[in-house]
T-cell receptor, first 113, second 112 residues
Framework: EAQVTQNPRYLITVTGKKLTVTCSQNMNHEYMSWYRQDPGLGLRQIYYSMNVEVTDKGDVPEGYKVSRKEKRNFPLILESPSPNQTSLYFC????????????FGNGTRLTVT | EDQVTQSPEALRLQEGESSSLNCSYTVSGLRGLFWYRQDPGKGPEFLFTLYSAGEEKEKERLKATLTKKESFLHITAPKPEDSATYLCAVQANAGNNRKLIWGLGTSLAVNP
């Protein structure tokens, strides 16, 4: 089954404790992206990757890192999480075809205390 | 500034009561307009892409239309399983990011 898989689904952590949210897709998609979703603010792009070894900042990249060493994986790293990073995070992927729709994972709900 | 506005924020319908959701946009050159459905606790699920004014797409009880300034998602004879948040997003011609500009969504509840 074609899918984007994120782990973990739920994560509670403390301020400053480094964490990684994994994302993997099995559709051979070139494009991958991370979003956060907050009430009243909607979906905001954190980072994106057009292909392996090519990543760039989205609208809200502060406090986040990403890497794209393999086509299928695009982990999101929070080096020193803070409470304002408490949010619902989504990984998404799409093919390189013009206007291809995004396929989303089921989300990671992160709470930073 | 590129912007997407969805209305209403929330809509409650009786089963079988048809209605429309609106997505108004301002963007410097439209590459595509996307509709997604999002169920609680899940990621958005792709519904439609529209590219140019006058275009229409249909899927079961849903029909999406596009003008130069807005898109409508028409829901005909909705069922309780159509309850979800419907998100609209636009992709502008500028840049290589393939970035989408998202609306805040319309939360639809269909009562049996």
């Amino acid at each position: 089954e074609a899918q984007v898989t994120q782990n973990p689904r739920y994560l509670i952590t403390v301020t400053g404790k480094k964490l990684t949210v994994t994302c993997s897709q099995n559709m051979n998609h070139e494009y991958m992206s991370w979003y956060r979703q907050d009430p009243g603010l909607g979906l905001r792009q954190i980072y994106y990757s057009m292909n392996v070894e090519v990543t760039d900042k989205g609208d809200v990249p502060e406090g986040y890192k990403v890497s794209r060493k393999e086509k299928r994986n695009f982990p999101l790293i929070l080096e020193s999480p803070s409470p304002n990073q408490t949010s619902l995070y989504f990984c998404a992927s799409s093919s390189s075809t013009r206007n291809s729709p995004l396929h989303f994972g089921n989300g990671t709900r992160l709470t930073v205390t | 500034e590129d912007q997407v506005t969805q209305s209403p924020e929330a809509l409650r319908l009786q089963e079988g009561e048809s209605s429309s959701l609106n997505c108004s946009y301002t963007v410097s050159g439209l590459r595509g307009l996307f509709w997604y459905r999002q169920d609680p606790g899940k990621g958005p699920e792709f519904l439609f892409t529209l590219y140019s004014a006058g275009e229409e797409k249909e899927k079961e009880r849903l029909k999406a239309t596009l003008t130069k300034k807005e898109s409508f998602l028409h829901i005909t004879a909705p069922k309780p399983e159509d309850s979800a948040t419907y998100l609209c997003a636009v992709q502008a011609n500028a840049g290589n990011n393939r970035k989408l500009i998202w609306g805040l969504g319309t939360s639809l509840a269909v009562n049996p």
